[in-house]
């Protein structure tokens, strides 16, 4: 089985700065990507970034780009989202997720790809 935990959330104030980790333990594949997700209240889920093993990454949302950094360490399995200059607008329930799917080359940007996914952690950002 595959477990990925969040941390990190928690309240700061607009234009500070928080960073998410997550950890993933259990089995898994050496090509497989992580992401990060995020989810408002009345909102759809919205991914953020994705990352796989060999470093390659999507696009940043465009709601984030410029302010946030997706990264991870393949030795210790850990993916972290550095979260700069946020806004009252970035309040969500923040999670992580796992894409497996053999043969992989980039990293996807479909939320249906990911297999696995973190309980979440709530990030509110208060102005």
């Known amino acids: 089985q595959v477990q990925l935990v969040e941390s990190g959330g928690g309240v700061v104030q607009a234009g500070g700065s928080l960073r998410l980790s997550c950890a993933l333990s259990?089995?898994?594949?050496?090509?497989?990507?992580m992401a990060w997700f995020r989810q408002a209240p009345g909102k759809d889920r919205e991914l953020l970034a994705a990352?796989?093993?060999?470093?390659?990454?999507?696009d940043y949302a465009d709601s984030v780009k410029g302010r946030f950094t997706i990264s991870r360490d393949n030795a210790k399995n850990t993916v972290t989202l550095e979260m700069n200059s946020l806004k009252p607008e970035d309040t969500a329930v923040y999670h992580c997720?796992?894409?497996?799917?053999?043969?992989?080359?980039?990293?996807?940007?479909?939320?249906?790809?990911?297999?696995?996914w973190g309980q979440g952690t709530q990030v509110t950002v208060s102005s």
């Open positions: 997720a796992a894409d497996y799917r053999p043969g992989m080359l980039v990293p996807s940007a479909t939320e249906s790809d990911y297999d696995y």
């Open positions: 259990g089995r898994t594949f050496s090509d497989y990507a």
């Open positions: 990352v796989n093993w060999r470093h390659i990454m999507t």
